[in-house]
């Protein structure tokens, strides 16, 4: 099954620059998200990926760049627009063209035609799709060849919420076949179901990569919340382990850079009394929005600068400057 691994990556349009050193790996067997604020440069981060813009760095599956392969459907599956097919021709015709391209029997044709729920329409003519068959019908184009690798952009756009949920379905499925699957989107809280891994970018700058968990455990506004009256004999005891206790509006504490578990022990072992030990962790939406809100190209539609010198380099610290 086929690592992907991008290395480099870089493009400018008319002297401003769109991706910037972008460095980032897709392992196989998992789904792999790809976040970052509008015009953050994910469309062209995955155009230099297949190799259909020209510009800097490299990206191979299993150490072969796509433009090297032979028969590339059968390695590498991808859509990156809705309804990129000839609107007169029959949607089977247009997978058939496409099948006999890469040496792909009719018989997968017909597969992955009932695998996106379109078999009852292989006669018609996209043309007269809707936005979300017309997906399905770029879905079964990037399976055709039954390829180790998946690379879609906002694969669920136009779906209905039914349709979302068999696409969300679908893409674990596959990436539980050992596949790598690489997709962006815009919908965080079906990204939060979806993915196991992140690549978050803003204005062309890798912000964080790694496990989806680590990126929100590592949010600030997860945080243990801790209700005693014994805050005083606890207090001292969460602060000699390293942890940060803050009183909230709601008379409880927040408390940040420590597990729940080492909060209940230390609390047993000082006498002090819990009202309450719990763990409100932040949502995707929420760490989000705290790592990118800085990159955004526009804000309130005004055009922003980036901030600098903002973060570190690291899993979860660098922070973009340019779109």
Same mark, same amino acid.
């Given at each position: ?11 400018? +349009? ?8 972008? %460095? ?89 035609? &009932? ?8 006669? &018609? ?12 019908? /770029? ?35 596959? %990436?539980? @076949? ?25 204005? /062309?700058?890798?912000? %964080? ?22 805050? %005083?004999?606890? /207090? ?16 409880? +504490? ?41 990159? @955004?190209?526009?804000?309130? /539609? ?13 899993? +979860? ?7």
């Amino acid at each position: 099954m086929a690592v992907i691994e991008a290395t480099g990556l870089g493009k400018s +349009y008319g002297g401003k620059a769109a991706v910037i050193d972008l %460095a980032f790996r897709v392992e196989p067997g998992s789904v792999t998200g790809f976040l970052g604020p509008n015009g953050s440069g994910k469309s062209t981060t995955m155009r230099l990926m297949l190799g259909l813009d020209n510009g800097d760095g490299r990206t191979t599956f299993d150490g072969v760049p796509f433009r090297s392969m032979k028969d590339p459907m059968r390695h590498v599956g991808a859509l990156l627009e809705a309804k990129a097919f000839h609107p007169t021709r029959k949607a089977r015709n247009h997978l058939r063209l496409l099948a006999a391209a890469n040496g792909i029997p009719d018989t997968r044709v017909d597969e992955v035609l &009932a695998m996106v729920g379109l078999h009852s329409v292989t006669s &018609a003519k996209p043309k007269g799709f809707s936005l979300g068959m017309g997906q399905r019908l /770029g879905i079964a184009a990037a399976l055709l060849g039954d390829p180790h690798a998946l690379i879609l952009d906002e694969p669920a756009n136009g779906l209905d919420p039914q349709g979302i949920t068999w696409l969300r379905n679908l893409l674990k499925q596959l %990436a539980g @076949e050992g596949r790598s699957v690489f997709v962006s989107s815009h919908l965080l809280s079906e990204m939060a179901l979806l993915a196991d891994q992140i690549v978050i970018i803003g204005r /062309g700058r890798l912000i %964080a990569s790694g496990a989806m968990s680590d990126f929100i455990t590592s949010n600030a506004r997860t945080a243990v919340i801790v209700r005693s009256p014994d805050m %005083a004999l606890l /207090g001292p005891a969460l602060a000699a382990r390293g942890a940060d206790a803050q009183h909230s509006d709601e008379g409880a +504490y927040d408390v940040t850079g420590i597990e729940q578990s080492v909060v209940g022990d230390l609390a047993h072992e000082v006498g002090a009394r819990l009202h309450e030990l719990s763990t409100r962790r932040a949502t995707l939406e929420e760490a989000f929005l705290d790592a990118t809100g800085m990159s @955004e190209e526009f804000i309130g /539609g005004v055009q922003q600068r980036a901030p600098t010198g903002q973060g570190s380099p690291g899993d +979860y610290g660098q922070q973009g400057e340019h779109r």
